[in-house]
T-cell receptor
Framework: AQKITQTQPGMFVQEKEAVTLDCTYD???????LFWYKQPSSGEMIFLIY??????QNATEGRYSLNFQKARKSANLVISASQLGDSAMYFC???????????FGEGTQLTVNP | GAGVSQSPSNKVTEKGKDVELRCDPI?????LYWYRQRLGQGLEFLIY????????KSGLPSDRFSAERTGESVSTLTIQRTQQEDSAVYLC?????????????????FGPGTRLLVL
């Protein structure tokens, strides 16, 4: 069985600072993908970044980067230079290559303060 | 291009009534997913369609839930005899499944969801 754990129900960060959102996972499948989604108050799930389990380098997408530590089974999201518009719920998710469904964590509510 | 669309955006119904939720995936996406999100929680997988393969229904919580998909286009999720615990946001996602070097590469793009309230 696969499981995603996000231990931070809420996080606060000052505008223009960096913030790290934690995610750990558990799977017995050697091949899997890790995803981060942003869900603003409007409710839509917005794809941010993807990391494959065999990728040699950490994924980056603009101000988003994924700190992938395979041995520790962690896939933390780093947001640099936070903006007020980054305030939202952030979900970490995993999909085993042998399957198709995404398994989501409980989410972290990020608030960016001016 | 157009993203995933869902209708209705909001639905209020009475306990015991049937409801039908619709999802229009991104054109050309072969895979379609339904998820449920209860208030303040993460997403729960419900069902998955991939091309002409038999759907993965393993996430459906009871036999009151069913879903259909016409080819690689529209999907409908039907909840019969709704209960108050069915109140949630129902999210649809579509994706284009690609395999590269033995690794499945797929990103799911979500619609805005349907907010269902059962009174």
């Amino acid at each position: 069985a696969q499981k995603i754990t996000q231990t931070q129900p809420g996080m606060f960060v000052q505008e223009k600072e960096a913030v790290t959102l934690d995610c750990t996972y558990d799977t017995s499948d050697p091949s899997y993908g890790l995803f981060w989604y942003k869900q603003p108050s409007s409710g839509e799930m917005i794809f941010l970044i993807y990391q494959g389990s065999y990728d040699q380098q950490n994924a980056t997408e603009g101000r988003y980067s994924l700190n992938f530590q395979k041995a520790r089974k962690s896939a933390n999201l780093v947001i640099s230079a936070s903006q007020l518009g980054d305030s939202a719920m952030y979900f970490c998710a995993m999909r085993e290559t042998s399957g198709s469904r995404l398994t989501f964590g409980e989410g972290t509510q990020l608030t960016v303060n001016p | 291009g157009a993203g995933v669309s869902q209708s209705p955006s909001n639905k209020v119904t009475e306990k015991g009534k049937d409801v039908e939720l619709r999802c229009d995936p991104i054109s050309g996406h072969t895979a379609l997913y339904w998820y449920r999100q209860r208030l303040g929680q993460g997403l729960e997988f419900l069902i998955y369609f991939q091309g002409n393969s038999a759907p993965d229904k393993s996430g459906l919580p009871s036999d009151r839930f069913s879903a259909e998909r016409t080819g690689e286009s529209v999907s409908t999720l039907t909840i019969q005899r709704t209960q108050q615990e069915d109140s949630a946001v129902y999210l649809c996602a579509s994706s284009l499944v690609r395999t590269s070097g033995g690794t499945k590469q797929e990103t799911q793009y979500f619609g805005p969801g349907t907010r269902l309230l059962v009174l």
